[in-house]
């Protein structure tokens, strides 16, 4: 997969190309990373690339021409790129998009700066616009890393096993399952005895209730979309008869009656 960023600063991605698992993808050519100078585009004696807004008003806007020339040596170098603006007027990015677009083979990423870029290279120009978020950042290039990074992590052979990215979080529309490693006790907390049975099928059963348990706590929302199965609706499905269980037990012993507790509200 190729990735090339258009950008005014180049520099800033030396060192996001040079660590961790996207150096190694690079180095294991999974992946073709290259940064397009917008600067180099701009025929002006300054290489300016901004500009006032019309209308007035604060802020300066990305000029047109460096960046449609850009785009348009960036298409000449790879034809049947995917050309992704980065904007908070995209769509918002997740683990969804990066499957999708791990499946292209070459993506152009362009990084606004200032106010924004000018409409016209949006309508002409992009195939896709991304927002990582809705909040503002000073540049698009912090949110072309973050998609690289998601996107290099879907390709075969990027991570340590191969189905390393299929266990990730939102995979399965699950958050991920705790994790524990060495030292088997930490400050007086031990490792759940389960993870050291051996026990495969009991460990994966307890890593889906632990996965289970921590989207019910901290992201309701996601188990609300999930089209669950049926392995996880039993578990859940015991986990509200346990709380009703305990609902019942506290009522009969504050002596108020479950039954038509309707009634009472
Ligand atoms: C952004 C986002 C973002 C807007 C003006 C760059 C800034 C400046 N990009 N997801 N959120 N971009 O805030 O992707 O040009």
Request: charged residues 30%; negative net charge.
């Amino acid at each position: 997969m190729k990735f090339v960023v258009l950008t005014i600063f180049p520099e800033m991605f030396a060192p996001f190309w040079d660590h961790g698992i996207i150096r190694r993808a690079i180095e294991k050519e999974k992946i073709f990373a290259s940064t397009l100078n917008i600067r180099d585009f701009a025929d002006n004696r300054h290489q300016v690339t901004d500009d006032r807004t019309y209308g007035g008003g604060s802020g300066m806007v990305m000029k047109p021409e460096p960046l449609a020339a850009a785009i348009r040596a960036a298409e000449q170098e790879m034809p049947s790129a995917h050309k992704v603006l980065l904007t908070p007027q995209g769509r918002v990015f997740n683990q969804k998009i990066a499957h999708e677009l791990a499946l292209y083979k070459n993506l152009v990423l362009v990084c606004g700066r200032y106010e924004g870029v000018d409409e016209r290279i949006n309508s002409e120009l992009i195939d896709d616009e991304i927002s990582i978020g809705d909040y503002v950042l000073t540049g698009g290039e912090l949110a072309a890393m973050v998609i690289i990074d998601a996107v290099t992590r879907q390709l075969p052979g990027t991570l340590g096993g191969e189905d390393a990215a299929k266990k990730d979080s939102f995979a399965d529309g699950l958050l991920e399952h705790a994790h524990y490693t060495r030292p088997q006790v930490f400050e007086d907390e031990a490792v759940p005895d389960i993870l050291l049975s051996g026990h495969h099928e009991e460990i994966e059963n307890w890593r889906l209730e632990s996965a289970l348990m921590r989207t019910l706590m901290k992201r309701a929302d996601l188990l609300q979309k999930k089209d669950l199965n049926p392995k996880e609706i039993e578990i859940l499905e015991k986990w509200s008869r346990r709380i009703e269980d305990i609902l019942k037990s506290y009522h009969r012993a504050h002596g108020e009656h479950r039954e038509g507790a309707e009634k009472k509200s």
